[in-house]
């Protein structure tokens, strides 16, 4: 079982940037797949960003070009570097982690997720 943990979440205007972090912990193995969904209230949880243990990068198109995932393996940690930043990116976030991709895209139950953390982007 892998153990998530989030962190960076805040308040920012309108065009500003956040960073957040997520950091694994447990059994984690080479070729865990990361990534971000996020939920806006009364909407369902959608897939913001995904990275593969390989590095390969997948984007919502809504977010493509102004967020970038990354990963550092040595710290078992995914960031989302989020820049440009609309009031609609207003949401909790999630990270999640799975060895299966369809896992995380579908944002399967089964994989492992984190507590969340609040971006709010003011206007």
């Known amino acids: 079982q892998v153990q998530l943990a989030e962190s960076g979440g805040g308040l920012v205007q309108t065009g500003g940037s956040l960073k957040l972090s997520c950091e694994a912990s447990?059994?984690?193995?080479?070729?865990?797949?990361m990534g971000w969904h996020r939920q806006a209230p009364g909407k369902k949880r959608d897939l913001v960003a995904i990275?593969?243990?390989?590095?390969?990068?997948k984007y919502a198109d809504s977010v493509r070009g102004r967020f970038t995932i990354s990963r550092d393996n040595g710290k078992n940690t995914v960031y989302l570097q989020m820049n440009s930043l609309k009031p609609e990116d207003t949401a909790v976030y999630y990270c999640i982690a799975s060895k299966s991709y369809g896992r995380i895209v579908a944002g399967s139950g089964f994989a492992s997720w984190g507590q969340g953390t609040q971006v709010t982007v003011s206007s």
């Open positions: 990275i593969s243990s390989d590095g390969g990068t």
């Open positions: 447990g059994s984690i193995g080479s070729d865990l797949i």
